[in-house]
């Protein structure tokens, strides 16, 4: 479902050579961690995915469609493909969860009449229903970051992209997070998740690939922390 064939990137500017030479192939409905050192190369994966940047070398494809036809405007078409979860979890602190997961709605188009039942849906998902009308800031990080999945589900994506999910979070709720992505990936999704947290890496095993000084230095389907 997600290629990289012989990908290489270099940031224009710093000409930094971040990903050098990548060949990565995630099948649909797996669950994948990506690790690695500050810098290795986890974010610039990520980023290419979701086709914010484009390779220097190299070819990224989704349903071996190559992103590079996706020129402009196309790219949100893209995008839409992808629910993405960020270790910030990014809510609008101005909107309610319902308004905040509406958005993600509206930008892909579904119609308004189903709004309701799809959010509610994605609530239940996450046991948020009771929070439906709060403001972010008056919810627990725990509870933001629940929101957050609930956003990036509402419209079935068929893959998930999770940078640092857990970063802000205590261990406990670290833990429901990652049950959480894994009951997604279960109901159909292929899950990304970049992390450096080594304990739910170990305790909740799946393949896991350790990227160094932007090179897959392994690539091992039955987990475990190594960097
Ligand atoms: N926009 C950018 N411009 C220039 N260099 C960048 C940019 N973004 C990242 N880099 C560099 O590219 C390399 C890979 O960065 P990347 O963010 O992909 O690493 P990472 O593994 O996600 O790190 P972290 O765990 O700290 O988030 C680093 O050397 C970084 O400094």
Known sequence: MIQLNHVSLEYPVTRTLALDDINLHIRKGEFVYLI??????????????????????????????????????????????IGMIFQDNMLLPHFTVEDNIALALRVTG????????????????????????????????????????????VTSPPIILADEPTGNLDPEISVEIMKLLQQICVRGATVVVATHAKELVENFRHRTITLRKGKIVRDDPYGGYAL
């Open 110 to 153: 579904v119609p308004q009449k189903d709004w309701h039942q799809r959010i509610t849906n994605a609530l239940k998902m996450v046991s948020m229903e009771h929070k439906r009308s709060a403001l972010p800031l008056q919810l627990s990080l725990g509870e933001q970051q629940r929101a957050a999945i609930a956003r990036a589900i």
């Open 36 to 81: 690695g050192r500050s810098g290795a190369g986890k974010s610039s994966v990520m980023n290419l995915i979701l086709k914010r940047i484009s390779p220097t070398r190299g070819q990224v494809l989704i349903n071996d469609e190559p992103l590079s036809k996706y020129r402009g405007g196309k790219a949100s078409i893209h995008r839409r493909r």
